[in-house]
């Protein structure tokens, strides 16, 4: 969040893989819904000036986090635990909630959602069918659209098969051999 409000470009997770470029402008909203619930934050860029980068930095960097999604009981014993300095710190909490929950949630606050691409624009492959990047009956070419830019990859979903080489015919053996990686020399 901090590189975005600098005006340090497009935050991109390491995991994605671009099917085309993306074409921004400083001013530009570009992120999208991972699913009907969540939007994602592999694919970000956020206006420097925008008023969800500053709840998002100020989120992130609060004494004491308590997300402002949880119940008012959650958030009542955050701030309890806080007084003895036994709260939960941000890399303690849940899976995505410095990133999907605490985006969506303010994107929404601010109005934003009206810039959220579809799924099929940055993320048409469901992290729930992260193994079908492997499989090679999964045709995961199926999924990508015109409106495509990219395909993420869901790393820390993959953790076992990304330490093997590819099936053939899978969506990682396509795009190694698109990229010239010669995955059957890899240990």
């Known amino acids: ?4 409000k600098r005006g340090l470009g497009c935050w991109i997770d390491t995991d994605v893989y671009f099917v085309r470029s993306i074409e921004y402008s400083d001013e530009a909203y570009i992120f999208g819904w991972e699913d ?10 956020i206006p420097g000036s925008s008023q969800l980068l500053n709840d998002l930095i100020a989120f992130v ?15 009542d014993r955050q701030r309890t635990l806080s007084r003895d300095g036994r709260a939960l710190p941000l890399e303690e909490m849940p899976w995505a909630t ?3 929950k605490a985006l969506t949630y ?20 469901h992290w729930k069918k992260a193994g079908d990047l492997f499989a090679p009956d999964a045709n995961v070419w199926r999924v990508i659209t015109p409106e495509t830019n990219t395909v ?15 099936k053939p015919s899978s969506f990682m053996a396509d795009i190694c051999n698109m990229q010239g990686i010669d995955f059957r020399t890899v240990e």
């Open 152 to 166: 993420h990859l869901w790393n820390h979903l993959i953790e076992k098969q990304k330490r093997l080489p590819p």
């Open 36 to 45: 009907e619930r969540f939007l994602c934050s592999a694919v970000l860029h």
């Open 1 to 4: 969040y901090e590189l975005l």
């Open 98 to 100: 410095a990133g999907p």
């Open 61 to 75: 960097n609060a004494d004491v986090i308590v997300p402002p999604w949880w119940s008012t009981d959650e958030q």
């Open 106 to 125: 303010f994107a929404k606050k601010n109005n934003l959602l009206r810039h959220a691409s579809d799924p099929a624009v940055f993320y048409p492959l």
